[in-house]
């Protein structure tokens, strides 16, 4: 597992947490070319020297570890971490040959122990492209900035800030194996999120961590599939701490009125999911339909959402809210491509599968989005009845009555494993099937224990 990003991203504290997590082992490649940064410095050499330095890299002895950081026996635990060492490092790592060695080691160091973590500017783009996992650490230049000076006690913000701004140009910028993000790495921003979080997500995209991902087909998906982070608009990435905060207060309020209002319940919720993303099926009647899906689940879902909402002060809610812009227009194709994002990113998602509002008692026919998504991420899909919100506030009404509203949460429909696109296509079209049917009779549920039942067919 590739770890990568600049100074202060996180990249040690998310590699020890991971790799405890897995019990597998962690190596700091940074510290390597520290070590031979000190050894350098040690020897009196000239950082500039490529020549020498090169030599020097291939026969000194280092061991990088749990114990600490060695260099032909001499602890330099603490040295590697000093003011001359961080001053040279940057020099000695854009020395092609220095970095040729440190790749060596690196790979022979993974084999013996059959896998690992590892953490570094080049992991997943050079000494691992084929990792079975690239993470592209970030965070904001002021919280990086922040975090190193709370770890090097005699230095100022202002000072370490300066540092990381010239280290962060010569590792982007040197010719040898510059700092970049692969193209399928997994990118976090790590300024708001805490270290479980963010290793809970990492864990979940392990290959084999995710449901049924054998009906996920091969070539023309993988691209979505590693790309979730840096999606069209970006919005289609696990929630900051702040938004995640921000969704719970909103949610509450709106069920608090919710609850007065509508007198809203829900059954069925055990079947919601309580981890790993899904796709919320539910029956569209009402503009109020957004707000009362909150109900059966604590947990953020995202949906997708006009993109004119995104205005001013309103932007940043709705992004906290989970809602994902979309151009008005925008062709089908390109909106379940975002919706793939949003369920590879691991949240739970809300399709309407009617697409728009309807209206009556029978359940319009369904676009096969959600099954199309399914077959692609192979997560569940979770139906949903609800009952009374037409009531409460029909097309056309600015009035919302006090009506009866009632939820019904299906069991979730598992994805299942189909082979070729020609089987894939048919069972995309059963699987629709299968759910307008499962969502008629939630549905009708729903509307009898809302006291307006659907007459029967
Ligand atoms: O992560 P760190 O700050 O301890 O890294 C020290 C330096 O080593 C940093 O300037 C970039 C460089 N480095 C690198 O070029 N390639 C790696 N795989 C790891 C670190």
Redesign the pocket.
């Known amino acids: 597992m590739a770890i990568d990003g600049p ?1 202060g991203s996180g ?1 040690s504290t998310v590699g020890r947490a991971l790799a405890a997590r897995l019990g597998v082992e962690y190596l ?4 390597m ?2 070590a031979v940064t000190s050894a350098v410095l040690r020897r009196g050499l000239d950082p500039q020297d490529a020549v020498a330095v090169a030599e020097l890299a291939r026969e000194v002895e280092i061991s990088v570890g749990a114990g600490g950081v060695s260099v032909d026996g001499i602890d330099v635990t603490a040295e590697i971490r000093g003011p001359e060492v961080t001053r040279t ?2 020099l000695v ?1 854009a020395n092609p040959d220095v ?1 040729a060695e ?1 790749v060596r080691r690196q790979r022979e160091w993974t084999r013996v122990r059959g896998g690992g973590v590892l953490e ?4 997943g783009t050079v ?1 691992f492209p084929d990792a079975a996992l690239k993470v592209y650490l970030t965070a904001s230049p002021e919280v990086r900035a922040r975090r190193r000076t709370a770890e090097v006690s005699d230095l100022d913000f202002k000072t370490v800030a300066a540092d990381i701004a010239r ?1 962060d140009a ?2 982007q910028g040197r010719e040898a ?1 510059p ?1 970049t993000q692969a193209d399928d790495a997994v990118v976090v921003d790590t300024s708001d999120l805490s270290v479980e979080a963010i290793v809970d997500q990492l864990v979940s995209r392990l290959p084999g961590q995710r449901e049924a991902a054998s009906t996920r087909p091969a070539p023309d998906s993988t691209a979505l599939a590693h790309g979730g982070d840096r999606g069209r608009h970006g919005h289609a990435r696990p929630g900051t701490r702040g938004e995640l905060i921000l969704y719970g207060v909103v949610r509450g309020a709106l069920l608090a009125f919710a609850r007065l209002w509508f007198r809203v319940k829900a059954s069925g919720t055990h079947n919601v999911p309580e981890r790993g993303a899904f796709i919320l099926a539910p029956v569209h009647r009402s503009n109020l339909d957004f707000m009362l899906v909150l109900v059966v689940t604590r947990r953020r879902m995202r949906f997708l959402a006009k993109d004119t909402l995104w205005k001013g002060p309103w932007a940043r809610l709705f992004t906290a809210l989970g809602g994902i812009p979309v151009a008005r227009g925008t062709v089908d194709r390109e909106a379940l491509r975002t919706c793939i994002e949003v369920i590879e990113a691991g949240e739970p998602l809300v399709m309407f599968p009617e697409g728009t509002r309807q209206h009556g008692p029978v359940v319009q026919p369904f676009f096969d989005g959600p099954a199309f998504v399914q077959s692609r991420t192979g997560v569940p899909i979770v139906p949903v009845g609800i009952g009374g919100s037409e009531a409460a506030m029909p097309r056309g009404s600015k009035l919302i009555k006090p009506h009866r509203v009632r939820l019904v949460v299906g069991a979730p429909m598992n994805a299942e494993s189909v082979d070729g696109s020609k089987a894939r296509r048919a069972w995309v079209r059963a699987r629709t099937a299968d759910l307008h049917a499962t969502v008629q009779e939630l549905f009708d549920r729903a509307q009898r224990d809302a006291g307006t039942p659907n007459p029967s067919r």
């Open positions: 100074a990249k700091d490649t940074g510290a070319y520290r490092v940057s790592a970095r440190m570094g500017r080049d992991i000494v280290r010569l590792d194996s700092l």
